[in-house]
């Protein structure tokens, strides 16, 4: 279905290319009815290798390309996007990006309207495709108005309905809760196994994809692809999701496809493990920020419903819910970036009574998208810009941006960094004042699991520094590694809030890995796993 021939592309110039081309020599062949999943460090080369099977790779965005990508026997090289909308359907990262309509029904119907389908085709498909993802609901809805999951529902939705069949998907999961990311990848199974629809799919949180894939495409930076068997692939990459990082913490070679497998070795193998160690208790302190009834709404919707709310200098809180659970409208209204009622107080002061110069001084916050803070051609420049705009000596946002501890050059343009470089570069922006609460919305989607760590490291540095961090996220992994209290959102309140380590384990769908594979031991991370010498024949307790 799939073939790439002595692919070769790169970005730059034909000197440039010959040096150090984004893919080198590219042979793979992908069969009908295959789920292939891309996994490779950030910036080794994954989208460009999703882009080339329907053509936006060179025809869309420039470049230099040797040998041929053919699908369903057709050659990319002579066939633009346009030309094979038919055979292969994409979803981009930034569903928003890819909307031409307004509505949620009115973009499943577009892709259908170019390729001549009649009415009656076309009103059976978008039934059809609203009740299979789960979005029948959202119908009537504005797409500018739903968050950024359910976006990401529609635009998997409108390229579904359309019926390609090839459909190619860039992090379809990454904006999406842990129960839509199942709902998701069940639909798109369920048409792989049952329809023989042919999927590639490129994502960073493997824990969710991996049990499904049928083979892995691995991009170790180099401009090559390892393409074969998912569990010998996982076990030789330098992308690690956590049973990779247990099979080698426990000295296995292969790495269990799902939780299933590998809580079935660690019994099989009679594995005994020390309880979960405690986290450190902070020191009581004065609360940082007090909200009590706080309240958002947007005409009729009730975005948050008078949540009350106490949050402490020096910690690391998560904030989860399902997608549209109110935990940006909550972040939002933290900064007093929203009307809202009820009382809201930060670090003595409510921010929605303080011009925008002061709010900074107080709380924070770094949007879903954060490249979207960022607007001068280099670092350099967005860092001067911070300086003065914020009111703090020349050189501060550059040197917290060093103190992050993440290498980004000053001449570079922000948009020609990794993600996680970029988040480095909008977090030192907005530290520049040294707020008391800073606010992340969202701040894992793109980042690979090396800068996820290096994320966990950032934010503990700073909350041992005496700032109270926020971490809205569908991130688990992320979550039970980086927090050390949780709160869950459901319906514009708060259900459950306490220590990470209790809400995330007592939940079925919030629960890591480790904590499935161990139960009923309540582990949050492959580091915590100590494995006991048995005595005789012990049991998984």
């Given at each position: 279905m799939i073939d790439f021939d002595d692919v070769s592309f790169s970005y730059d110039s034909a000197e440039a290319a010959a040096a150090s081309p984004v893919l080198r020599e590219v042979n793979l062949h992908i069969d009908e009815g295959d789920l292939t999943l891309v996994v490779g460090r950030t910036g080794t080369g994954k989208s460009t290798l999703l882009g080339a099977i329907n053509g936006l790779v060179p025809h869309f965005t420039g470049g230099l390309l040797s040998g041929e990508v053919r699908v369903a026997g057709r050659s990319t090289r002579t066939n633009r996007p346009r030309d094979l909308a038919d055979v292969v359907g994409f979803v981009a990262q930034n569903p928003m990006q890819s909307f031409v309509t307004d509505r949620v029904e009115d973009e499943l119907a577009y892709g259908m309207e170019q390729l001549g389908l009649s009415p009656t085709a076309m009103r059976k498909r978008v039934e059809e495709t609203l009740d299979l993802m789960g979005i029948a609901g959202l119908r009537r809805r504005p797409l500018a108005d739903l968050s950024g999951g359910q976006q990401q529902r529609v635009a998997i939705a409108a390229v579904l309905a359309a019926q390609p069949r090839v459909v190619v998907l860039d992090e379809p999961t990454s904006a999406l809760d842990p129960t839509a990311a199942q709902d998701v990848l069940g639909a798109v199974t369920t048409l792989v196994h049952e329809v023989g629809l042919t999927v590639v799919l490129a994502?960073?949180?493997?824990?969710?994809?991996?049990?499904?894939?049928?083979?892995?495409?691995?991009?170790?930076?180099?401009?090559?692809?390892?393409?074969?068997?998912?569990?010998?692939?996982?076990?030789?990459?330098?992308?690690?999701?956590?049973?990779?990082?247990?099979?080698?913490?426990?000295g296995w070679r292969q790495v269990p496809g799902?939780?299933?497998?590998?809580?079935?070795?660690?019994?099989?193998?009679?594995?005994?493990?020390?309880?979960?160690?405690?986290?450190?208790?902070?020191?009581?302190?004065?609360?940082?920020?007090?909200?009590?009834?706080?309240?958002?709404r947007y005409g009729d919707v009730v975005a948050v419903d008078r949540v009350d709310l106490v949050l402490h200098p020096g910690t690391?809180?998560?904030?989860?819910?399902?997608?549209?659970a109110g935990k940006s409208s909550l972040m939002w209204a933290m900064q007093g970036a929203?009307?809202?009622?009820?009382?809201?107080?930060?670090?003595?002061?409510?921010?929605?009574?303080?011009?925008?110069n002061q709010v900074g001084r107080l709380v924070t916050l770094v949007p879903q998208s954060a490249g979207d803070l960022l607007y001068l051609p280099t670092v350099a420049a967005e860092c001067a810009q911070a300086d003065e705009e914020s009111g703090v000596p020349a050189g501060t946002t550059a040197a917290t941006?060093?103190?992050?501890?993440?290498?980004?050059?000053p001449d570079r343009h922000p948009r020609d960094l990794s993600e996680g470089q970029r988040l480095a570069l909008v977090l030192a922006i907005q530290l520049a004042t040294e707020p008391r609460v800073l606010l992340l919305d969202e701040p894992t989607r793109g980042l690979d699991y090396a800068m996820k760590a290096q994320l966990g490291a950032i934010v503990r540095r700073l909350a041992d520094e005496g700032t109270c961090v926020v971490i809205s996220t569908h991130d688990v992994e992320f979550a039970a590694a980086a927090t050390e209290r949780t709160i869950i959102m459901a319906d514009a309140e708060i259900v459950a809030d306490g220590a990470t380590r209790t809400v995330l384990t007592s939940s079925p769908a919030f629960s890591p890995q480790m904590a499935k594979v161990f139960h009923p031991r309540p582990l949050l991370s492959p580091a915590e796993v100590v494995r006991l010498p048995v005595a005789g024949r012990g049991e998984l307790a």
């Open positions: 994502e960073h949180r493997l824990e969710r994809v991996m049990q499904v894939a049928d083979q892995v495409a691995w991009l170790p930076g180099d401009g090559s692809v390892v393409l074969g068997p998912t569990a010998e692939v996982l076990a030789r990459c330098d992308v690690v999701p956590p049973l990779a990082a247990l099979a080698d913490r426990l799902s939780v299933r497998d590998a809580r079935r070795r660690v019994q099989r193998e009679h594995i005994t493990v020390a309880d979960a160690p405690q986290r450190r208790e902070r020191p009581a302190s004065e609360p940082v920020a007090t909200m009590t009834g706080l309240g958002v690391v809180v998560g904030l989860m819910g399902r997608n549209g929203v009307p809202s009622s009820g009382d809201l107080l930060v670090a003595g002061s409510d921010p929605r009574s303080l011009p925008a941006l060093v103190r992050l501890g993440v290498a980004v050059p």
